[in-house]
């Protein structure tokens, strides 16, 4: 069980100012656990997924994952965060985490078999500068899991792709947690997106960012955003909670999705 109680996280300097963040966050994730963290632009998503990464230490609060604070954990950012001089290979392996040779032969298995999970198999050779941007983020996918971390940590990872690759790469993400059991913690702008993924939704405030709502997710596997179950919640939630969620930025973008991709 990861457990996050953050009491304060505010930074000395926003553009002049101090500025509080995060106050009073409480948030478990039970063990396999796929959550979707949603909230207004800016209220501290990603400084949320900072602190649990140990980015970020600079907090009141504590974060434990059974007893200590995490460390086998896997990222993924928006930015594929590929480096240009190095395989698609070699950029997986490069997180790769092997106490002896007999054990990095088997990541390095491991890898390949990632890379070839996420249609890459021709590829391991190539440069990133030769991939469409969905074929990098399947990169940054394999990575995150080479190391078969605990946690995964995803900020945004699918954002500005378009529909089919975004639902392919969905697609590809809960394959490998529901082989590999990890817990998720999975940030995202997009309500449907996260409708579509988690096992449950927690909602933030605007800031200093709180849970302010929590929902479980009940529909059956596989989902889409685009998928009428996923609009017809999405429709339900907006209607019982029109305070926390109305003024969401991503309620209207998500409504617009829905009009051109309103099948699974
Ligand atoms: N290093 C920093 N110094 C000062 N202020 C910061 C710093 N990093 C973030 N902030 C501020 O903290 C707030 C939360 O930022 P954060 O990036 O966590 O929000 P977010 O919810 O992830 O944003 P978005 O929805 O745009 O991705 C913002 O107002 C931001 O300007």
């Given amino acids: 069980m990861l457990e996050i109680q ?16 995060l106050s009073g966050l409480r948030l478990s994730v039970r063990q396999g656990e796929f959550v979707c963290v949603v909230g207004p632009s800016g209220c501290g998503k990603s400084t949320l997924l900072n602190i649990v990464g140990g980015l ?22 928006q930015e594929p965060r590929l480096m240009p001089w190095l395989s698609v290979l070699d950029n997986v392996l490069l997180v790769a985490r092997a106490a002896d040779p007999r054990a990095a032969a088997v990541v390095r ?17 190539a440069y ?7 074929m990098m983020r399947r990169v940054a996918l394999a990575r995150a899991f080479v190391n078969e971390p605990q946690l995964l940590l995803m900020d945004e990872p699918f954002v500005s792709l378009d529909t089919p690759t ?13 082989r590999c059991g990890a817990s998720v913690l999975f940030v995202t702008h997009d309500l449907r997106e996260a409708l579509a993924l988690a096992d449950r939704v927690c909602f933030l405030s605007s800031a200093p960012a709180r849970v302010v709502l929590e929902h479980e997710v009940e529909l059956p596997r596989p989902r889409q955003p685009g998928c009428a179950e996923v609009g017809r919640l999405q429709e339900a939630l907006l209607a ?9 930025p991503l309620a209207g973008h998500a409504r617009a999705n829905c009009e051109g991709d309103g099948h699974a």
Wanted: glycine share 14%; charged share 30%.
């Fill in 6 to 21: 953050i009491d304060h996280k505010r930074y000395p300097d926003r553009g002049g100012r101090p500025h509080l963040a």
């Fill in 56 to 77: 970020d230490r600079d907090m009141s609060g504590r974060v434990d994952l059974d007893g200590a604070f995490p460390e086998d954990i896997g990222f993924m950012f």
């Fill in 109 to 125: 298995e491991r890898a390949v078999a990632l890379l070839r999970a996420m249609e890459l198999g021709d590829v391991l050779d």
């Fill in 128 to 134: 990133p500068g030769r991939l469409s941007g969905g």
């Fill in 166 to 178: 975004a639902n392919r790469l969905r697609e590809m993400l809960v394959e490998q947690w529901q």
């Fill in 240 to 248: 019982r909670h029109p305070d926390l969620l109305g003024g969401l």
